[in-house]
Structures are given as structure tokens and as C-alpha cells.
């Protein structure tokens, strides 16, 4: 399966951007890092880097909300 490289951004709607499409985790994550790294100071935009089947399927990952992870002494 590919690794998916999208630039998301939130407002003021939620956009999904593909930037770029590995075969391997070492390139997909060296990718992702020098993405990161050009995004202009105070940009609202994130870097993901999403493995998946197909590009349908990372988008669709990619859009679904995901409760908090329970940090401790959170009752």
C-alpha cells in the first residue's frame, strides 16, 4: 500500500490537497519532513502523511473526525 502526502487546511472550509505519493514509509517520511519544513511561519495549513489503499480511501481517513485520546486523571 502507498503512503499519501496531503497539505490540509481547515478554514475556511476543510481541504484535502495531495501533494505527493510514496511507495516506501523512509521516502513517504523524509518527504512529509521537508514539506513541513517549507510551510511559510504562521501558516494554518497541516502536512499528513496517510498509508491507504487508494487515494479515495486516504482522503476518506483523512476526513473522519477522531475522539481525543484519554489522557491520565481524565475521568
Do not use: W
Request: one cysteine or more.
Amino acid at each position: 500500500m502507498p503512503y499519501f502526502i496531503y497539505r490540509v487546511t481547515e478554514q475556511p472550509i476543510r481541504l484535502l490537497k495531495k501533494l505527493d505519493q510514496q511507495d516506501s514509509y523512509r521516502d513517504a517520511s523524509a518527504c512529509t519532513r521537508r514539506l513541513r519544513a517549507e510551510l511559510a511561519e504562521g501558516s494554518k495549513a497541516l502536512i499528513k502523511m496517510i498509508h491507504a489503499e487508494t487515494e479515495l480511501d486516504a482522503e476518506d481517513l483523512l476526513n473522519q473526525v477522531r475522539e481525543p485520546v484519554p489522557q491520565p486523571g481524565d475521568d
